[in-house]
């Protein structure tokens, strides 16, 4: 395995146990694994914008981002979520490298098709892959949080599931969600293989729902853009980066190829 791109949810990420962190160097040392993170902050940002007494709404799991939203997104994700996740990985003697899709214009963008319905979110339209293969090279874990720039220079909100999986397409690499959840679940028990046409049985009878429609159309985008695995794992679980990476039967792994249920 070469890259592997860490998507870490909002929902976990401060409670990441500091084994997930040490986990990033074994996997660089001993498994020759370029991690790449990309983190969210969802209930971060929502927070920071009760308190300033912003409304904030969300369709289709995504955040109407208005200028003034699209500002406390920034300030959240790229400052503090960001800079946090930086900080326990150099406790754990892991060489983070924080960024934003902003920054080296790592994730370019365009306005998303219904722009009257989302505000400033955006979709993107390319990764910089040399700059993370730079920071790679010098053994830097890129740290990113997603906001991204278009080319006249408009930043705008991603999704975090979505610029994980446009960067897992670009590098053609693995893509693992770690979530607050053990995987997809179906009647409180964990489904462990899903394929697309469950995944999309399971959310028109909402078995998945909120937060969870985002990331398992991100998973279905990656693998058709040639993502080799996708799963959903549980960031609680200790070494369950270590236990994807060895291919043992964690979480939800989704895939393309038809699986038969009985
Ligand atoms: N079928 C399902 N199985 C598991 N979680 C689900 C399902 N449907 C909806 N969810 C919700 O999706 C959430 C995970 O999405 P989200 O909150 O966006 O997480 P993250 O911040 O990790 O990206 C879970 O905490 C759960 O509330
Ligand atoms: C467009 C959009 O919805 N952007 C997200 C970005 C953060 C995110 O995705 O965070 P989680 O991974 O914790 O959900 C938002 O504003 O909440």
Redesign the pocket.
């Known amino acids: 395995m070469s890259y592997l791109v860490i ?1 870490c ?4 990420v401060e409670e990441l146990p500091s084994s997930f962190f040490s986990d990033l160097k074994k996997l660089q040392q001993i498994k020759q694994v370029k991690p790449i993170i990309v983190h ?1 902050g ?2 971060m940002i929502t927070s920071q914008l009760k308190l300033m007494n912003v409304k904030t709404t969300f369709v289709n ?1 995504l955040r109407v981002t208005t200028k003034e939203v699209l500002d406390v997104v920034e300030m959240v994700l790229s400052g503090s979520v960001n800079k946090q996740i930086v900080r326990r990985m150099l406790d754990q003697g892991v060489k983070g490298m924080g960024m934003s899709g902003v920054d080296g214009q790592l994730l370019q963008a365009v306005p998303i098709k219904e722009t009257d319905k989302y505000g400033y979110v955006g979709q993107i339209k390319s990764v910089n892959v040399k700059l993370l293969e730079s920071l790679a090279d010098q053994d830097y874990i890129p740290v990113i949080s997603p906001i991204a720039i278009s080319e006249d220079h408009q930043h705008y909100n991603i999704n ?2 979505v610029a994980a999986a446009a960067i897992a397409a670009s590098l053609q690499a693995p893509l693992c ?5 053990p ?4 009647n409180d028990k964990v489904l462990h293989f899903a394929d697309q046409k469950k995944i999309e049985q ?1 959310i028109q009878n909402q ?6 429609i ?2 398992v159309k991100a998973a279905l985008s990656a693998l058709n853009a040639g993502a080799p695995e996708v799963s959903i794992v549980n960031g609680m679980d200790h070494h369950a980066l270590v236990d994807f990476v060895q291919g043992k039967r964690i979480g939800t792994r989704i895939q393309l190829r038809e699986i038969s249920y009985v």
């Open positions: 998507k949810g909002g929902s976990i969210g969802g209930p799991g975090a599931d969600f770690i979530s607050d959840i995987g997809v679940l179906v399971l078995t998945i729902n909120g937060g969870m985002p990331k």
